[in-house]
């Protein structure tokens, strides 16, 4: 093990190189990805190391980087789309809902499509509108996506490099708020088996299931810290994606605590966190001490930077519905 | 007169080597593209001429089985035969197409078989043919998607060394197919933008058939259609949409351009919808019978009829064989597309994902189940 202490933004970067050398036909491409290394540096020093045909600046056109990356693909091509920001991705969302989406399912298979959509999303840095929306749900709606947020580096490096191997279409949601935090990353580790499809338990506990997953997963664990110091027990479920959900993770954390708190920053109506409360609610209807609990953003378009932190989900907001479920 | 309203730029020359009477038209304008059409056989013409009739009897018959109920819903290409015949022949085996919906008279040049191409129209298959058989990509129904996808895989193609070896055996390029009113849409321009800085490998070959549904080019464009290519860099060309040897010769200048490394040409094919924008369309009620009749008269299989007669390559024992291979064709649709049953329940979770997606396996298994319960109680409720 060769661990070493990596920015969440430096572990993508390194995923992407190691995708990049794994496989000639790997590219990336997007608006100022290259000499400028993208508006985050995730993929600093890349276009240096592999080319001006492997990492592409490309026009300022989201829907354009999609479609061409679908046409790239129907080629052998394995494109990796940089989307700017969480609120640019809407000139896309036709080429990936209507055609990425779909292009293996209506050609019966014969045409994959390994594409991946790279978006920085959600809040708490201060940003001005259209740079800190959370998104996920829209994109978990539509059948044929993959859809994943990383909460650590390593999971970073190694979803990354899973996404890029996936013969699916991946939406790889980066916590924006979190590229600079950092961790080990063991860069030599073998590709971990399952980590688009499975959820993990970020913290054991027995009193009170949280589940969050991407930016969130910080902040659970926070209040799983809170927690302990009042004697309760919380554990923290980390889904890792939420297309697909991994349920029996979830079923089985709560079945033994009974309670359950989901935790993310889009707006909590019509979002993740209401498919895992319906599901939880019919798996472990006999065990639930409490109905499950959602902390999240509000039916409000996503607010200035000045009022963002009563918009996101804090710490003390998570107590609030953990006392809320033990109280029940 | 309609066709005032309709044609925007109709006084702009366009490229035309047969007139509607079947006489060949040599100008010094056109000196280039007789070239390019030289070599053309009797033997050449008749083929094209099969393709067109082919084309034709196909559109017809599925019309047909749409009003019998056995489609869903036909788009028809009446009209557009030999701008999809003529552009459809000038391509290399090599060469990768993107259809829009429209395009049945390029599929059958590219041997796309007539009975697959009504499985979509049929509500039997979201596509059904396998495009690598062919390098003919599935039609694509969201206007103008299309165009991008045949720009990156074009990417894909100079990425792959293909273009400029001077091989024709191997230089590759790549068609899209829209109509006038795609040329409204972002994904159109986009497609030409990344076309233009990549110099990507690309022919825009835009079918200009005056109609989107019931809107007139004067709603998409204040200039002539072909005018929007040479915005972003790209040589464009207006050509004589209903003359299959003017179409073959653009066609062939342009994939040459893109073969030998010389990037992306935009074509007009000016044209005409014969009939209406799908089944579901009544163009009675915003043209006029005038314009249709204009139109009529200027039918693309009429001309290449003239132009075989004209020069001696007509035969009436083939056009007697022809027409028994039409018969035969129309007797095969009426009969295979009525056979074609549907796909087992199971059938619609298929290849959702490559991988293993667990709401997908566990709604699949749940539908099983439910239909494995449930068949008693549907048999009792048939017998009542």
Redesign the interface.
Known sequence: MTAQKLTFARAITEGLRASLESDERVLLMGEDIGRLGGVFRVTDGLQKDFGE?RVVD??L?E??I????????????RSVCEIQFDGFVF?AF??IT??LA?M?????????MPVVIRIPYGGGIGAVEHHSESPEALFAHT??L?VVSPSTPQDAYDMIRAAVA???PVIYLEPKGRYWSKDDVDLDAAPAEGVL?RARVARPGSDVTLVAYGPTVATALKAADALAAEGTSAEVVDLRAV?????PTVVDSVRRTGRCVVVHEAPVFHGVGGEVAARVTEECFYALEAPVLRVGGFHAPYPVAKLEHDYLPSVERVLDAVDRSLSF | MGTEATDVGSDVPLVQLVAPDGARVTTAENAAYRDRVAHLTGEDLRRMYRDMVLTRRFDDEATALQRQGELALYAQGKGQEAAQVGSGRALAPQDYVFPSYREHGVLQVRGVDPVDRLRLFRGEDHGGWDPAATNTHLYTLVIGSQALHATGYAMGVQRDGLVGTGDPGRDTAVVVYFGDGATSQGDVNEGLVFAAVNNAPVVFFCQNNQWAISEPTTRQARVPIYKRGEGFGVPSVRVDGNDVLACYAVTAEALERAHSGGGPTFVEAFTYRMGAHTTSDDPTRYRDRAEEDYWRKRDPIDRLAALLRAEDAWDDAWAAELDAEAEALGERLRREVRELGAPPTSAMFDEVYATPHAQVDEERAWLARYEEETQGDESQEVAR
Do not use: H
């Open positions: 045909d490309t026009p056109a829907s354009g999609v479609g061409t990356a679908i046409g790239l693909a129907l080629r052998g091509y000139p036709d080429q209507t055609q779909k293996r399912y209506r050609s019966r298979g014969r045409l994959e059948a044929g993959r996936s013969p699916d499809d297309s697909p959900i991994d349920f």
